[in-house]
């Protein structure tokens, strides 16, 4: 019998309040600007509240509004990250002439991250979660199931699939060790490295995604 997919705890929001308008939004954008500023200057253990509001130029108090904490705030820092991630993966895959194929599709999910990981600030010190043991971090999970509802309806998948979100999750996890290994040989990202990941990812997936494994009870791949 199969066996569901582990699932994570329920992460509750870091934001104390929600801005419901537009003013407070944009104050929250421009916290979250300056927090990702201050992390790429001086790291996750220096980071802190005030610094945080001297950048963004608003009152301590403003940041309070939002976060009780330096953690809260690089929460809310990743889930943006996460955010915009997936709007650009999917501004790639539906642009006009686009190849609607995984194998591509998979490329893009990792070409985006190396583009986020190499441009955007504080990204290399949060990505998708706050500094925190290994066995505590959840964000894989959402990561996961994140990239599997965005290409469910190119790709024509059942987002719902329990094998696939272990797949996806398997495939998530898979890539995350070996991209840090890439960026840990090269601050730009190791090109061999990157290049392997990517095969992985194709040899690992093609059993589930060209329908092998849900066709073919001895889950090889389909030629």
Not at 62 to 75: D, G, W
């Amino acid at each position: 019998m199969q066996q569901p997919t582990p699932q994570p705890a329920p992460q509750p929001t870091p934001l104390r309040r929600v801005p419901v308008q537009q003013r407070s939004a944009e104050r929250l954008a421009r916290i979250l600007d300056a927090c990702a500023e201050v992390l790429e200057e001086t790291g996750y253990e220096d980071l802190s509240t005030r610094a945080v509001a001297g950048r963004a130029e608003v009152p301590i108090g403003s940041v309070y509004r939002f976060f009780p904490n330096k953690r809260a705030m690089a929460e809310a820092l990743a889930l943006r990250n996460l955010d915009a991630y997936a709007d650009r993966i999917t501004a790639r895959l539906t642009a006009p002439d686009e190849p609607v194929a995984w194998r591509h599709a998979m490329d893009v999910v990792v070409d985006e991250y190396l583009a986020m990981k190499r441009t955007v600030p504080g990204f290399a010190l949060v990505e998708f979660t706050v500094p925190a043991p290994r066995e505590s971090r959840q964000a894989n999970y959402e990561v996961a199931d994140r990239l599997l509802a965005l290409l469910a309806g190119t790709l024509g998948l059942d987002a719902a699939d329990e094998r696939l979100r272990t797949a996806f999750l398997v495939g998530v996890e898979s890539a995350d060790a070996l991209l840090q290994l890439a960026f840990r040989i090269d601050p730009a990202g190791d090109a061999a490295i990157v290049a392997e990941t990517k095969q992985l990812l194709r040899a690992y997936l093609a059993r589930y995604l060209d329908g092998g494994e849900q066709s073919r009870p001895d889950g090889g791949e389909q030629r």
